[in-house]
């Protein structure tokens, strides 16, 4: 990371330092969850890293609502979390698309939920089961009861 990118995820930091630890855990699990589950797959553009992605917001939803105590707060840090991390990342621009379609259907799911680890996880992989692959942008804002995906 060059200067520039250190100080947005400090500002980013910095406005809400009690997520600090949470995010830190949140993604810890997502990490380690994914690589039990799916090796090194869930790093490619298939449907293991839409799981990926929406359980890590999942996850993150969670563990700062803990300390929120409010839904939308926790969501919304998720949001302004991951969305940085994709602006940040050098993916291309599709894939930066599915990212954060997937990023907010984990954001959706825990919205409308109070899951378990197992059970959060028992559901995406229901959902990978009907994930539409994409190959423009446009297709992503036409699906958003769905999991998407790049590659097979």
């Not at 980013?12 to 699990?29: G, Q």
């Not at 090796?39 to 890590?56: I, M, S, T, V």
């Not at 059970?119 to 229901?126: D, G």
Request: include cysteine.
């Amino acid at each position: 990371m060059n200067f520039k990118e250190l100080f947005a995820v400090f500002k980013v930091f910095i406005s809400k330092p009690r997520y600090i630890l949470p995010t830190y855990r949140a993604t810890i699990e997502t990490l380690k969850i994914c690589d039990e589950l799916y090796q090194k797959e869930h790093h490619k553009n298939g449907k293991e890293n839409a799981f990926r992605h929406a359980l890590w917001n999942y996850l993150i939803c969670r563990e700062c609502f803990r300390i929120s105590q409010s839904v939308e707060a926790a969501r919304i840090w998720s949001d302004q979390f991951t969305g940085l991390h994709e602006k940040l990342s050098p993916n291309q621009k599709l894939a930066k698309a599915m990212d954060l379609h997937n990023n907010r259907f984990g954001q959706a799911i825990f919205q409308g939920t109070n899951l378990s680890s197992k059970a959060v996880i028992t559901l995406l992989q229901e959902k990978m089961k009907s994930a539409r692959k994409v190959s423009e942008t446009k297709e992503i804002a036409k699906t958003k009861n769905n999991l998407v995906y790049i590659e097979d």
